[in-house]
């Protein structure tokens, strides 16, 4: 079964249109799934008025301090929106690599398998801890 017929076909993102007469580009395989996953993670719960139960709490970890406690707990809130509203992918793995940190940056890992095809991928998100730092 080709990938395109299990992740589907959708609009790119940020929505671009290159020609009117065509529409908005078109994106699929890897790069949906990897866009679906990083607007889902920047995404406020309650921001989307049609469904308001989509999104993540990660904006409440900005100001955080990175101590190991607030690491497992940001690993668990993004564990916890992807197995909620992200339902053709089992995440793997989430990994930190902190070596940006004093600049407010963690880069995290995500290793996820596709279910349907079981094709593994992976994908960094850059997650700012303080606002001068985006």
């Not at 407010?104 to 996820?112: A, D, E, K």
């Amino acid at each position: 079964m080709a990938a395109k017929e299990v992740v589907g076909l959708g609009w790119k993102f940020p929505p671009q249109f290159t020609n009117l007469k065509l529409g908005p580009e078109m994106t699929d395989d890897t790069e949906l799934l990897q866009q679906a996953v990083y607007i889902l993670l920047n995404t406020l719960v309650g921001e989307r008025a049609m469904n308001p139960t989509l999104g993540s709490g990660l904006a409440s970890f900005v100001f955080g301090e990175a101590t190991p406690l607030m690491l497992t707990e940001l690993k668990e809130e993004i564990a916890s929106s992807i197995l909620e509203f992200e339902p053709r992918i089992r995440l793997d793995d989430i990994e930190y690599d902190l070596s940006d940190l004093y600049d407010g940056l963690i880069n995290i890992s995500l290793v996820y398998t596709v279910k349907q095809t079981n094709a593994r991928n992976n994908m960094v998100y850059p997650f700012y801890l303080a606002e001068k730092s985006i």
